[in-house]
């Protein structure tokens, strides 16, 4: 089956070559739309028309409805030539080698002869966009035109043109797509294009790098009917691989490719009138069965400050950047200059001049353009970089001037957006209350942390990460660093961690949050909650235990550690250990930690002395090494064997815990208690 759509495809390829009838020319004027035609939809600022077939099914056209609102004399003109019935622009989607129309067939000469897809979804109106779908071969493509915002006017002035490819088939498939544009400015089907410090009145073709963020054309800078722009590079679009600017004609006839001819002028293939047209490329690709890509542009009103007199001058740039701490973006701002005099202009210079908050790239403030002809216009290109000393509304202006015409100046303002910015604030408890039990009171606790982003842009891999003094810790198993979502302009995110109290050390102890997002300065706040003292107290660990009695003549091991919390300049300690002989006898003392520094053994150490249902006087001092401070510490482990069935207290009796000098600390002591079950013959 793949095999005979290949061979269907190619024979309708061939038909293309047939001459052009007079038939199929293209009409040289394009009068104002008519209200309804097609499927439509229109704001404000501009109107898109959708032919619903069923020729040329899908193919679509714009133009003003009131254009740039600081002009009257763009309302009501045409951007896309057709908009009363679509048929000059067209978009090829090539598979695997083959290009084929989207949308339905064609009897007139843009695309006639190339195979079409078939209808899966005609033009319809969803919302605000206008959407259709067709399948070709394996694929289904869906159109999708709707209003975005231009980025040199910050306005919904132009129309965000989408496709969507999805392979339906089995199989990989290569697939690439040109959509080709029929600009119109109005009345003139042939005003250069300009891109950057480029003029293009002529063939022109731009890859890869040398693709701009924008073009734009106008006839004039006294007197525009229409400025257009479109726009390539900008958040959320798919920049083409490659920019071709050339008659009409010629993209009409070719589907796909053609011989470039660099440097040819804009006549329109075998005719006789000027006809421009854009043709924006992407170049084939994989696509695997089941995946989709998609390709944005936009096409609109192009933003450009005028201010008409004998040196005419235009002032572009985007009407709105971002400012952001860790990735500043320069961005393109392009001055226009018409000769609207009488005579040639000598020695003319343009100048940029910036606000505080933006710098150039470069030392090129001041441009000299030489001689200009009447009716010459020249362009040049700054690349001008946000710093972040100041944010909000700035002005940018260019000057010209030349030593016979006078000077003229033209103001632009342009809004750039602070970086995200965090404000943050912090919430712990004043202060851990003791109870009667010696426990802290909440223990674990909660501190909580809110972030709230009152900058313009969204704070994107926002991080939050606590710090703690010692003395406080985290419950087991979590995390200091918590990662929030992307945090909108005016939105908040609350982050909670839950701590400990250790005990030591004690009083105020600190602990601070940073948070930090993509493009914005790390801000950090602190808080603190005061942790009393405890009573440092003599633990058994585990203090409750249920072991098995011996079974098959293999002793029962019950190890019972005392521990001391807190240690507070701690000097040593000691005890005598009770407990029930019949259920229990002692193997061995070994000390704990407390009596070891740096695996060294300190002394004086005893491991006590056994007695009758008692281990008297175990314990040592650490009269040869530092004191010692921890929120707990093993001061040594007893380890019994079990002999009988039962149960037995254990009890700690006679302590002592002593600091430095050996002065004696007041303390508090918790008993334990061991089980042992019963075998079954005891039973």
């Known amino acids: ?152 006017t910050r306005v919904k002035d ?25 600009t119109m400015l109005g009345a003139n089907d042939g005003a250069p294009l300009r891109a950057q410090e480029m003029a293009v009145s002529a063939a022109t073709r731009m890859e890869g790098d040398k693709i701009p963020e924008y073009w734009q054309a106008f006839d004039s800078l006294s007197a525009p009917a229409v400025i257009s722009q479109g726009t390539l590079r900008a958040p959320g679009l798919t920049p083409p691989h490659r920019l071709d600017m050339v008659d009409w004609g010629t993209l009409a006839d070719a589907p796909w490719q053609f011989p470039f001819v660099s440097g040819a002028d804009f006549t329109r293939q075998g005719e006789q009138q000027p006809d421009t047209a854009v043709a924006l490329y992407w170049n084939p690709e994989p696509l695997a069965p089941g995946e989709s890509r998609t390709y944005v542009t936009l096409y609109g009103v192009g933003g450009v400050s005028l201010s008409p007199a004998q040196l005419s001058l235009g002032l572009t740039a985007p009407a709105e950047v971002d400012f952001s701490y860790d990735d500043k973006r320069p961005f393109s701002v392009t001055a226009y200059v018409e000769n609207s005099g009488g005579f040639a202009s000598r020695n003319t210079v343009c100048t940029l001049t910036l606000d505080k908050g933006l710098q150039l790239t470069d030392d090129r403030g001041a441009v000299k353009l030489g001689l200009l002809a009447p009716g010459e216009t020249k362009q040049i290109t700054w690349r001008v970089l946000p710093t972040g000393e100041a944010t909000g509304v700035l002005k940018l202006a260019a000057a010209v001037t030349s030593d016979n015409l006078e000077p003229n100046r033209v103001v632009r303002e342009i809004v750039v957006n602070s970086p995200p910015r965090i404000a943050l604030t912090l919430a712990a408890p004043g202060r851990l209350a003791v109870t009667p039990q010696n426990r802290y009171q909440p223990n674990p606790f909660e501190v909580r942390a809110r972030a709230e982003n009152v900058g313009a842009q969204t704070g994107r891999n926002l991080v939050m990460a606590l710090e703690l003094s010692e003395g406080l810790r985290l419950v087991e198993g979590a995390s200091a660093i918590q990662l929030g979502e992307a945090l909108p302009a005016g939105a908040s995110q609350e982050f909670v961690w839950s701590l400990r109290a250790t005990g030591l050390p004690t009083g105020k102890l600190g602990m601070s949050v940073t948070a930090s997002a993509a493009g914005a300065k790390p801000v950090t706040v602190g808080g603190q909650v005061t942790v009393p003292e405890l009573t440092p107290e003599f633990r058994l660990f585990p203090g409750d235990q249920t072991v098995p009695a011996a079974t098959d003549g293999a002793p029962t091991l019950v190890p019972v550690s005392v521990r001391l919390a807190p240690a507070r300049n701690f000097r040593g300690a000691r005890a005598s250990i009770t407990y029930d002989a019949a259920v229990l006898e002692p193997l061995y003392v070994s000390r704990g930690e407390a009596f070891v520094d740096e695996g060294r053994l300190l002394s004086p150490w005893s491991g006590g002395r056994v007695e009758l249902n008692a281990i008297a006087n175990v314990g040592g001092e650490r009269s040869e090494a530092p004191l010692l401070n921890a929120p707990e510490i093993t001061l040594f482990t007893v380890v019994f064997m079990v002999r009988g069935a039962g149960e037995t207290a254990i009890a700690l009796e006679a302590t002592e815990l002593f600091a430095e000098d050996r002065l004696p600390v007041e303390h508090r002591v918790l008993p334990g208690r061991v089980a042992v079950r019963a075998t079954e013959e005891e039973r």
């Open 1 to 152: 089956m793949r095999f005979q759509w290949l061979l269907r495809t190619s024979l309708c390829l061939a038909l293309a070559a047939a001459p052009l009838s007079a038939q199929e020319a293209k009409p040289a004027e394009e009068s104002a739309p008519a209200a309804g035609a097609g499927v439509s939809i229109s704001n404000e600022f501009i109107r898109i028309r959708v032919n619903p077939g069923p020729q040329e099914t899908g193919r679509f056209a714009v133009d003003t409805t009131g254009g740039d609102p600081s002009r009257a004399a763009d309302d009501n003109q045409v951007l896309i030539y057709g908009s009363r019935e679509p048929w000059t622009s067209y978009t090829t989607v090539v598979v695997d080698g083959v290009p084929h129309l989207f949308g339905g067939p064609t009897e007139r000469r843009a695309g006639k002869g190339v195979p079409a897809g078939s209808a899966v979804k005609p033009p319809q109106r969803a919302g605000e966009t206008i959407i259709c779908a067709f399948r070709i071969g394996p694929l289904e493509v869906e159109q999708e035109l709707g209003f975005a915002r231009t980025p040199t």
């Open 158 to 182: 132009a129309a965000r043109i989408m496709y969507r490819v999805t392979n339906r088939g089995g199989e990989a498939h290569a697939v690439g797509l040109r959509v080709m544009l029929d």
